[in-house]
């Protein structure tokens, strides 16, 4: 048991530690593969080695049989195993990629007033994540913060560049695209902060652009809404339009004012995009340039 544990404690706050229902269904089906891929690899290193010692040179009881042609037993062993295993996989994953669909949204674990899923609209910039609360009215930079026991509903898009948005212990990671807005459910089963982060390579800054998903009692949530909108500033076009610049290192933040359909603007594109990268020092004229390579063309 010991060296179980030690074997999986570089797990924690990966996809093996799951903490939510999503999670512990991807966790469920990476196991079954396993188990269904192992049918086949256990046998088969048994089997080689069984064979190797066997057919040894000392084993005078061991009949060699080189110039048959075909058997039949071997045919149907050699592809029905594969076959089996292939159906057994594709199942898997046909199942799972029903249920869960990330645009299909979560049962809530009881009927309580929380039944309401919390809608959170996730915006990738270069290379910090915008999080806006549509019906509490703030946001949040680099910092996710949502009640635990409770369905989330994601709205996703990208400021520039094609991006992905993924929180290991919660499940689903998914891609976003600038002008389009992807859907996800998730929940967090229990309280703590949960690691997330970019998994798609965007640019220079692509390494410090993670944040933390913080869970917390709907209490304490409803408690940092009220700081948020009480402390922060207003997020409008013209401070995302500033946020929309290249930047990476940027401390959590939060804003106690979004415009309205601030979102939506960013998706239909009536926000531009983000401007990409800027130039350190405008670009030298042509003629210095050319007296630079050429020694004898400044005379």
């Given at each position: 048991m010991s060296a179980t544990a030690a074997g999986l404690g570089g797990c924690s706050h990966g996809i093996l530690d799951p903490a939510g229902p999503v999670g512990g269904a991807e966790r469920v089906i990476l196991f079954d593969a396993l188990a269904i891929m192992l049918c086949i690899v256990v046998p088969t290193i048994v089997a080689t080695l069984a064979c190797a010692w066997w057919?040894?040179?000392?084993?005078d009881r061991a009949r060699r049989l080189p110039d048959w042609s075909f058997s039949g037993r071997v045919e149907v062993v050699t592809w029905s195993v594969p076959l089996l295993t292939i159906l057994f996989l594709g199942g898997i994953a046909w199942v799972g990629s029903h249920e869960l669909d990330p645009a299909k949204p979560l049962a809530p674990p009881v009927a309580t007033a929380d039944a309401k899923p919390l809608d959170v609209q996730v915006v990738a910039l270069d290379w910090k994540w915008l999080f806006i609360y549509p019906d509490q009215?703030?946001?949040s930079l680099n910092r996710l913060v949502i009640p635990a026991h409770v369905p989330v509903h994601f709205s996703l898009t990208s400021a520039s560049v094609m991006n992905t948005f993924f929180v290991p212990q919660l499940g689903s990671m998914i891609y976003v695209m600038n002008g389009m807005a992807d859907q996800l459910n998730l929940q967090a089963d229990r309280e703590g902060t949960f690691p997330g982060l970019s998994g798609h390579f965007s640019g220079d800054g692509f390494s410090d652009m993670h944040f933390d998903a913080v869970a917390m009692a709907r209490s304490g949530f409803d408690a940092w809404v009220?700081?948020?909108k009480g402390a922060g500033p207003r997020l409008d076009a013209a401070a995302y339009a500033a946020l929309s610049r290249q930047s990476t290192g940027l401390p959590p933040m939060t804003y106690?004012?979004?415009?309205?359909?601030?979102?939506e603007h960013v998706v239909l594109q009536h926000i531009p995009p983000g401007p990409g990268p800027e130039p350190a020092s405008p670009p030298k004229p042509r003629a210095e340039t050319d007296a630079k390579l050429d020694p004898k063309a400044g005379g």
């Open positions: 057919f040894r040179a000392g084993n009215g703030v946001a009220a700081g948020a106690g004012d979004v415009a309205p359909d601030l979102f």
